[in-house]
């Protein structure tokens, strides 16, 4: 897993994860978002931050609250459910925070699976919803397998060009892992980018340099500065399979939903203008073809093949694809989750603006 290199150690505090949720379903409320509606962002935030993605977690805060005051997402928003066939609905998210559309669009997916085998939803007029593994951890919850895929603002080219079209749309997937001591979900989450973008806005924040194979500067040219890297292009993974994946994750979030696609949708650190993402959810009952005690018992045999694979020269352990994250996540709900003082401080600054307190330390 990419990390970026830290030139200057943050200072670095705790929280625990229920004060990050309270705080942060408070500082939407404040802003207009109803009670159960900022639940639901707070807890797919605080999600990101338990698992280690801190670049989608609870620091997006200040520029979701932004965009609230630009008058460009419509915090009051209630995501509208249409019906299309028995397994096929559509979500028109009213330009409102992604975290609803999303979670309706999952929980209406897993609804239609559990009677008819699959369910799909496609979502239009959203907002950037964090990080995807929130949303297929709660069709793993339900026992299902799923597909959780968006669309986002230009950041990576089309293979060839160098031109911003393509978003580093993370590409996602999930499925219940086994009954054995110690098996873990299958949970795929990655932008279809070397790092993810959030990433490099982190490393900003933080005052770090980032790994020259990340991004082009605005000249095309490799860099460890992330000012310049977030003027030119992220590179994609794998060269042109990274664009393809790219292109696909516009196909099914933005061409199919009536949501903007091929570079038209608007990033979440840019005030001008609604998002208008796109996303598209589809759940899978597991066990249409063997009961789901088999279907565990043979997702715990390809579980244990993986990780106990034979390792290459100067690796340790074999990882499942998600099992980093959880074990972050076990890690983090006892210890509280690791927060760098400047973020700390950005978001006590948005607190004081709505007349709300600070977010409450670990000593
Ligand atoms: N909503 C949006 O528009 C948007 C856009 C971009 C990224 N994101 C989010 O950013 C996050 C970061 O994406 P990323 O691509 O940088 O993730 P990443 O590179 O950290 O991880 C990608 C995948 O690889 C797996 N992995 C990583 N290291 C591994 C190892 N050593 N062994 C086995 N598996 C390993 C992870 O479990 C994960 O499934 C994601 O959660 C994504 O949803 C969201």
């Not at 031109?163 to 219940?176: F, L």
Request: with cysteine; hydrophobic share 40%.
């Amino acid at each position: 897993m990419a990390t970026a290199s830290t030139t200057e150690t943050p200072n670095l505090v705790r929280v625990n994860h229920h004060n990050a949720k309270t705080f942060a379903a408070a500082l939407l409320t404040a802003s207009g978002v109803s009670a159960k509606n900022a639940e639901i962002t707070a807890s797919g935030l605080v999600q990101a931050d338990l698992r280690g993605v801190e670049s989608h977690g609870i620091l997006r805060l200040p520029s979701y609250l932004s965009r609230v005051r630009s008058g460009v997402l419509d915090p009051a928003a209630e995501p509208e459910l249409k019906q299309i066939t028995p397994v096929v609905a559509q979500i028109d998210a009213r330009n409102g925070f992604g975290f609803p559309a999303a979670h309706l669009g999952m929980d209406t997916a897993i609804k239609m699976a559990g009677v008819y085998g699959i369910g799909m939803v496609s979502v239009k007029h959203s907002n950037h919803f964090g990080m995807s593994a929130w949303i297929v951890k709660q069709a793993v919850d339900a026992d299902m397998m799923s597909l959780v895929f968006t669309n986002s603002s230009p950041a990576l080219p089309v293979w060839g060009s160098k031109e911003k079209m393509m978003g580093v749309s993370p590409i996602a997937c999930g499925a219940p892992g086994g009954k054995g001591e110690g098996s873990k979900p299958f949970i795929l989450d990655m932008a279809p980018s070397v790092a993810a973008r959030g990433k490099i806005y982190k490393a900003l924040r933080r005052g770090e340099k980032i790994p020259t194979d990340w991004a082009l500067d605005g000249e095309g040219k490799q860099t460890d500065d992330p000012a310049k890297a977030l003027e030119g292009v992220m590179l994609p993974m794998g060269g042109p399979k990274g664009s393809a994946l790219a292109i696909m994750m516009d196909v099914f979030s933005g061409v199919l939903s009536g949501s903007a696609f091929a570079g038209g949708v608007t990033g979440p650190y840019d005030m001008s203008k609604p998002g208008d993402v796109g996303h598209f959810f589809v759940a899978i009952k597991p066990d249409l073809f063997m009961s789901l005690d088999e279907f565990r018992e043979r997702m715990d045999v390809l579980y244990q093949k993986a990780v106990d694979s034979e390792k290459m020269h100067g690796v340790d352990r074999i990882y499942f694809p998600g099992e980093i994250e959880q074990l972050n996540e076990e890690q983090r709900l006892k210890d509280g989750i690791p927060y760098a003082k400047a973020e700390i401080d950005a978001l006590n600054a948005e607190a004081e603006k709505l007349g709300l307190g600070k977010i409450p330390l670990i000593e």
